[in-house]
C-alpha cells in the first residue's frame, strides 16, 4: 500500500525568507502524481502545486515550487519570500495512476510565518 | 458554479444518533471521495465513487455508509455515531483525464457526545 510521510509537523519561517516543507512517499508504481494542498484556518483545501512522476521537470507556481526526487521518493515544497498569508496547514498527497480520485495523504506540516 | 457544495458545516451529536452528511457537486464529475481528518493524521479516506452507482471502501469504512444514485450527489451516512468519528469531513469530486487535481467542499466538523 502506498504511504506519505511529513515528518515535519510544525515549521517557522520569517516574513520574506524562503522554507522547505519535506515529504516523502512509499509506492511500487512508476506512474502517479503528487500534490502540496494548502489548508488555511478557513478549512478550505487549496491546490498549491502539482507533479506528475512522468515528468522530470520539477513544478513551479510563482512562489512555489518543488523537487521531486522520483528515485529517493522525495517531494518537498520551497516557499520562496514567505507571506504573512502564507501561514497555513500544508499536506503533501499522493494519487496512483487509477485515475479513482483516490489521495493519500501525509500528516500534515503547520507553517508559521513571523513578521 | 457552486463546486464542491457540503452540508451542514458544523453538527453535534450525541452518541447512537445517525445522521446523514450531504456532498453535492455541480461540475459533472465522475469521481467523489470522502475523507475525515484528525489532527496528526492528515485526511483519511473513508468511501469512493467512480461513478453513479458504484462506491468501494476506502481505509477507514466502519460506521459509515454511502450510496451514489446521481452523478451529482454523494450523501455519507453515520449509522450509529460514536465519539470516534468526531473529526472533519471533507467531500471531494475530480473529473476524468486529463484533469488531475481534486476539488474539495468547505469541511463538515462534526462532534459527537
Known amino acids: 500500500a502506498q504511504t506519505v510521510t511529513q515528518s515535519q509537523p510544525e515549521m517557522s519561517v520569517q516574513e520574506a525568507e524562503t522554507v522547505t516543507l519535506s515529504c516523502t512517499y512509499d509506492?511500487?508504481?512508476?506512474?502517479?502524481?503528487l500534490f502540496w494542498y494548502k489548508q488555511p484556518p478557513s478549512r478550505q483545501m487549496i491546490l498549491v502545486i502539482r507533479?506528475?512522476?512522468?515528468?522530470?521537470q520539477n513544478a513551479t507556481e510563482n512562489r512555489f515550487s518543488v523537487n521531486f526526487q522520483k528515485a529517493a521518493k522525495s517531494f518537498s515544497l520551497k516557499i520562496s519570500d514567505s507571506q504573512l498569508g502564507d501561514a497555513a496547514m500544508y499536506f503533501c498527497?499522493?494519487?496512483?495512476?487509477?485515475?479513482?480520485?483516490?489521495?493519500?495523504f501525509g500528516q500534515g506540516t503547520t507553517l508559521q510565518v513571523k513578521p | 458554479n457552486a463546486g464542491v457544495t457540503q452540508t451542514p458545516k458544523f453538527q453535534v451529536l450525541k452518541t447512537g444518533q445517525s445522521m446523514t452528511l450531504q456532498c453535492a457537486q455541480d461540475?459533472?464529475?465522475?469521481?467523489m471521495s470522502w475523507y475525515r481528518q484528525d489532527p496528526g493524521m492528515g485526511l483519511r479516506l473513508i468511501h469512493y465513487?467512480?461513478?453513479?452507482?458504484?462506491?468501494d471502501q476506502g481505509e477507514v469504512p466502519n460506521g459509515y455508509n454511502v450510496s451514489r444514485s446521481t452523478t451529482e450527489d454523494f450523501p455519507l451516512r453515520l449509522l450509529s455515531a460514536a465519539p470516534s468519528q468526531t473529526s472533519v469531513y471533507f467531500c471531494?469530486?475530480?473529473?476524468?483525464?486529463?484533469?488531475?487535481?481534486?476539488?474539495f467542499g468547505q469541511g463538515t466538523r462534526l462532534t459527537v457526545v
Open positions: 471531494a469530486s475530480k473529473p476524468g483525464p486529463p484533469v488531475t487535481e481534486a476539488f
Open positions: 509506492t511500487s508504481e512508476s506512474d502517479y502524481y
Open positions: 507533479q506528475e512522476a512522468y515528468k522530470q
Open positions: 498527497a499522493y494519487r496512483g495512476s487509477g485515475n479513482t480520485g483516490k489521495l493519500i
Open positions: 461540475m459533472n464529475h465522475e469521481y
Open positions: 465513487s467512480v461513478g453513479a452507482g458504484i462506491t
